[in-house]
T-cell receptor, first 113, second 115 residues
Framework: DAGVTQSPTHLIKTRGQHVTLRCSPI?????VSWYQQVLGQGPQFIFQ???????GRGNFPDRFSARQFPNYSSELNVNALLLGDSALYLC????????????FGEGSWLTVV | GESVGLHLPTLSVQEGDNSIINCAYS??????FIWYKQESGKGPQFIID?????DKRQGQRVTVLLNKTVKHLSLQIAATQPGDSAVYFC??????????????FGQGTILTVHP
């Protein structure tokens, strides 16, 4: 079975541009979360979606938005990119509910120049 | 330009030794704890998890210990192998409800295994 898949794997954007990152959860998983990981740090929570509804939001500006589709895949959008947005963006999925294992994809490497 | 270096704790061991990686968590409401292994350029890989109603759980070559009194978590790796070299993160999440899925990650520890 496929794990959590993310696209694109690498991308370079210019300051002020917009980016859309995509995630397909493990089949049967209804919960998708997004994390930002900058070099040398642990992942930081951005959003969680469950059954197409936003269930949690981390301490990120409104330039960050996300949505979950009926097939449970998800998109993370970042507007007005800043150099500091350069990071590895990770998607994680789970069945949802306490105690269910949370699995991560390999991430999308975003470089803002 | 300014360079950013890694300031994570490091642990160096010889192949075949046992490794112990420690983690302190801050949220006493956390109910579920997970250890992840992250190799360079890859996403975090699930290793083992534990619920707050347990104090020990064993997997294949790995054991997680939870001490809720002092809010401490540890990962023990038996017979450490060079392939275990990676950054190890602990993560916590509160029980159920809308908070589930929001993992809070620890600082991370760089494990280096020498042949």
């Amino acid at each position: 079975d496929a794990g959590v898949t993310q696209s694109p794997t690498h991308l370079i954007k210019t300051r002020g541009q917009h980016v859309t990152l995509r995630c397909s959860p493990i089949s049967g998983h209804k919960s998708v979360s997004w994390y930002q990981q900058v070099l040398g740090q642990g992942p930081q929570f951005i959003f969680q979606y469950y059954e197409k509804e936003e269930r949690g939001r981390g301490n990120f500006p409104d330039r960050f938005s996300a949505r979950q589709f009926p097939n449970y895949s998800s998109e993370l959008n970042v507007n007005a990119l800043l150099l500091g947005d350069s990071a590895l963006y990770l998607c994680a999925s789970s069945l949802g509910g306490s105690g269910n294992t949370i699995y991560f994809g390999e991430g999308s490497w975003l470089t803002v120049v | 330009g300014e360079s950013v270096g890694l300031h994570l704790p490091t642990l160096s061991v010889q192949e075949g030794d046992n490794s112990i990686i420690n983690c302190a968590y801050s949220n006493s409401a956390s109910d579920y704890f997970i250890w992840y292994k992250q190799e360079s350029g890859k996403g975090p890989q699930f290793i083992i998890d534990i619920r707050s109603n347990m104090d020990k759980r064993q997997g294949q070559r790995v054991t997680v210990l939870l001490n809720k009194t002092v809010k401490h978590l540890s990962l023990q790796i038996a017979a450490t192998q060079p392939g275990d070299s990676a950054v190890y993160f602990c993560a916590e999440t509160p029980a159920g409800g809308t908070s589930y899925g929001k993992l809070t990650f620890g600082q991370g520890t760089i494990l280096t295994v020498h042949p």
